[in-house]
């Protein structure tokens, strides 16, 4: 079936360093992919998404690209700060499913 | 803004007594979720609703059952719970369409079983 494989965590860097959160996925025909941002006490909320190959999602500074050949859908941002200290889901919905497959997601600390 | 309200932000019961989990969206939404939230297995789904009194189990339904009343709420209910239901549930909505895939969550529910 469809999976989501994300880096494993914590991550934790300095405030302005450059980010990079890998996503890899397995699915069958063409899924759309997303990542999805928790603040502490907060529910999920999309950050970005992407729905076919070559597509760049963007937001807030982030960006990730939908990389068919590799199945990658990699999360970066150049220069992060202590407010961007979350976890981060990468997730996938195939053709016509309703629902998501979410990766194990990935908890990111910015210290100052 | 969309809003999807979680009935309570933590609750602690004992084994064997029956929860009622709440959710209410705001936003006319067709399809609602409940997922559970353990650390290292990410989100797994437990059930989803479609539609009023439709439902499809998830990844993970033992244990669990929903109910979809109306369209705006979605209950899931731990009929005898136990102390490995301890855990974070969330609740999210979307609607059908060209965003059938973009999911509004609540705040979550945090349970321990004791």
């Known amino acids: 079936g469809d999976s989501v494989t994300q880096m494993e965590g914590p991550v934790t860097l300095s405030e302005e360093a450059f980010l990079t959160i890998n996503c890899t996925y397995t699915?069958?025909?063409?899924?759309?992919l997303f990542w999805y941002v928790q603040y502490p006490g907060e529910g999920l909320q999309l950050l970005l998404k992407?729905?076919?190959?070559?597509d760049k999602g963007s937001n807030k500074g982030f960006e990730a690209t939908y990389r068919k050949e590799t199945t990658s859908f990699h999360l970066e941002k150049g220069s992060v700060q202590v407010s961007d200290s979350a976890v981060y889901f990468c997730?996938?919905?195939?053709?016509?499913?309703?629902?998501?497959?979410f990766g194990q997601g990935t908890r990111l600390t910015i210290n100052p | 803004d969309v809003k999807v309200t979680q009935s309570s932000r933590y609750l602690v019961k004992r084994t064997g007594e029956k929860v009622f989990l709440e959710c209410v969206q705001d936003?006319?939404?067709?399809?609602m979720f409940w997922y559970r939230q353990d650390p290292g297995l990410g989100l797994r789904l437990i059930y989803f609703s479609y539609d009023v009194k439709m439902k499809e189990k998830g990844d993970i339904p033992e244990g669990y059952s929903v109910s979809r009343e109306k369209k705006e709420r979605f209950s899931l209910i731990l009929e005898s719970a136990s102390t490995n239901q301890t855990s974070m549930y969330l609740c999210?909505?979307?609607?059908?369409?060209?965003?059938?895939?973009?999911?509004?969550f609540g705040a979550g529910t945090r349970l321990s079983v004791l």
């Open positions: 699915a069958t025909g063409y899924p759309s």
């Open positions: 997730a996938l919905s195939n053709q016509g499913a309703q629902k998501l497959v």
């Open positions: 992407a729905t076919k190959a070559d």
């Open positions: 936003m006319d939404h067709e399809n």
């Open positions: 999210a909505s979307s609607p059908v369409g060209l965003a059938k895939n973009i999911q509004y």
